[in-house]
Structures are given as C-alpha cells and as structure tokens.
C-alpha cells in the first residue's frame, strides 16, 4: 500500500516540484493550500502577496496537472495569532521571525493535525531542508544548496514533527528545481520568489503596528549610551538593533541602533563598533541532535537567516536557557531572533535571543521573553 502524504502548496515552484517528486517517488500525495486570510492585500494594494487567490488558483492549477486532490483550509485564526505575536513583539523592543512561527503553529502544526485526520503517513512541504533518522533519532540538517538552506527556520521542530515530516528538496538546488519545472511545464515554473514577510506590504511593518497597537505608541527620546539626548523618534517599536536608515538624526558620521529599551520608550543609538557583542542568552529551547545540554559544547551558532554560523560555545543555564559566548564578536546580536546551533550539517538546536540585560526589567514587565505561540 502506498504512504500517504499531505503537502503544502503555497502555488510557488518549490512546493509545486515538491509535489511531483512525491508523485514521481510513488507516495500518495494530497495537497493543501493554507488559506490565510490576507487576499485583503492583494485586492487594496494591487500588489502580489503570498498565500493570495492567486497562490490558491496556482497551486490547484499544479495539483490538476499532477493528477492530485487538492483541498483549501482556512487557518485565518492561527495566522491572525502569528501577526498579533509579531506586532507585540516589536512594541517589547524585539526583532520578531514569523516565519519560524508559522513553521511551528502552521506548516508543522494544523498541517500535522489535517495529515492525522486523513490518516496520513507523512507532511511534507518545499523547504530545501533534510531529515534524517539516526539512532532512534529524526535529525534536521541543511540542505544541499548552501544558498537556499532553511534549516534555521525549522529548528523549533519537535522529534514527533520531524518523523512525520519529508523535505523533496533536500538535495535539490534552486536551480535545479527551475529546471525541472520548465520539463514538466507547470503552471509555476517562472513564478518569482516571495521575498517579503507575508502580511507585510514592501516590508514596511509600521501601518500594521499602527493597526492593531496605534494607542500603545507614543514618540520618545532618542539618546546616546551615556545618556545623552540626541533627538526624538516617532516610537521605539519601529527601530530594530543594527538599524542605520530612517533614524531622522544627523551626527555626522554614521550612527545605529544599539539597544531599544521599550518600557522607557528610548532608542539607544552608536557606533558600528558599539554593535559587536562576544556572547548572548537565550531561552524558549528546543534540542534535536541531543536530548538536552548537561555541559558545554563547541558549535557553530547562527543569530539569524541569512547570518554566516560563527565558532561558540554553548553553556547550560537551568532547564531552559543557554549562554552563547562566540569565539569572535559578532554584529547586531538582535532579541527576538533565534539562535540555531549546527554541528557541521547537522542542527543541534536552538532558542531565541532574549533582550539585554540592561532592559530585562521591561521584558518581565511585558512577558517578552517567550515569543512562542
């Protein structure tokens, strides 16, 4: 009897050639299209969003040609949680990723859920991300394209996800998958890559925060590490560390935000060399080579997509926080981000950078500390 698989199709041409190297392995494939409920987008702005009708139509336009079910579900309410989540982030002084978030809530969690419901072996979706199972252990690793690897977005997967999850593009490159596409002729194969946060319109977040939390953003004082007045800012959750465009502040040479303290309102501006930092903490832990960390160990540590893994060590502080002390400083270590450990290919783990210790109080304040949904 043939495994199962539901796949998403977003109607791009990485989960469309995912789709058809399932078909071709021999599984029988379902496909899925998460319905977001932000089409509103595409219809005001005129301009082309992911997850849009448009996506919806493509995907089952790739389903058809392939010869598979295809079925819609709405998971607006799970994804209005996921840009709440980001909103809230910014105003704690934080730098959220949604899309580890939505990985987790979403693609590996109701997907997961639909999959259990039509009794289905595996989920699978067009990372260029590998699973491996090695000692009664499902291991993540990078993909083969070094370029597109989206390993770091997935570290918050759990060993029950990753059992049940296939990556068809694993050893595939960009490339690769372009090609294949033109042969089969898909509908998507000369589609263009979503670059931009989803529900984010030309990357520009400060409409949406003005949406949801307009009445909790006030203008404030911008100032120097020493205290010293600067100027005034619009509000503290539009900046972000390492932020040198858009501060409204000329000094003379070139300044960027170092520190955001959001329950003072206060946006801390410096340097370039103001911005390196040896080490960071974090929390909200998740292992997957390993069951967890009882003594340090020697990684390569990635602070953020498309940040290069720089030589660490990793200590062990309580049940569910690390120390991060890098061999060489490293720019604009950011809270909100993740941190994703690698041993070799191979991801250890990871957690999520809290704030620096000069403003913990506000995050106990505003519970920052834990971004998950």
Not at 298 to 323: C, F, L, M, S
Not at 328 to 339: D, K, L, S, W, Y
Not at 366 to 371: L, Q
Request: glycine share 8%.
């Amino acid at each position: 009897m043939k495994k199962k698989v539901v796949i998403a199709m977003s109607g791009g041409v990485d989960s469309s050639v995912a789709a058809y190297m399932l078909v071709e392995q021999g599984y029988e494939v379902v496909g899925l299209f998460m319905r977001l409920g932000i089409d509103r987008l595409d219809a005001l702005t005129k301009t082309k969003v992911c997850c849009s009708l448009e996506d919806a139509n493509d995907a089952r336009s790739v389903a058809d040609q392939l010869g598979i079910p295809f079925h819609v579900l709405n998971f607006k309410e799970a994804f209005d949680r996921i840009i709440d989540v980001f909103c809230t982030e910014y105003l704690n002084g934080r730098t959220p990723n949604p899309c580890i978030m939505c990985n987790q809530e979403l693609k590996f969690g109701k997907l997961l859920d639909f999959a259990d419901m039509l009794n289905a072996d595996f989920v699978a979706t067009g990372h260029y991300a590998k699973v491996e199972e090695s000692h009664n252990r499902y291991l993540l690793k990078k993909g083969d394209d070094v370029r597109k690897d989206q390993s770091y977005v997935l570290f918050s997967l759990n060993q029950r996800q990753l059992s049940k999850t296939l990556f068809p593009l694993g050893a595939m490159t960009k490339e690769s998958v372009r090609k294949r596409a033109g042969e089969l002729n898909l509908k998507t194969k000369d589609k263009p890559e979503s670059q931009d946060i989803c529900f984010v319109l030309d990357n520009n977040y400060h409409s949406l925060l003005y949406e949801r939390y307009g009445s909790r953003i006030s203008p404030g004082e911008v100032k120097d590490r020493q205290g010293n007045l600067l100027g005034r800012h619009p509000g503290s959750p539009f900046f972000t560390i390492g932020q040198r465009k858009g501060l409204g502040i000329a000094l003379g040479t070139p300044r960027y935000v170092i520190d955001i303290d959001p329950r003072e309102n206060v946006v801390v501006l410096g340097t370039d060399g103001e911005l390196w930092e040896e080490e960071l903490r974090a929390s909200t832990l998740n292992w997957i080579s390993i069951d967890g960390l009882q003594s340090p160990m020697e990684v390569q540590a990635k602070i953020r997509y498309n940040h290069t893994p720089a030589p660490a060590i990793v200590y062990p502080e309580g049940t569910d926080a690390v120390r991060v002390v890098f061999k060489e400083p490293q720019r604009a270590i950011t809270p909100g981000q993740a941190v994703v450990f690698y041993h070799n290919d191979v991801v250890v783990g990871g957690g999520w950078i809290e704030r620096k210790t000069s403003t913990d109080a506000a995050c106990a304040e505003t519970s920052c500390e834990k971004p998950l949904l």
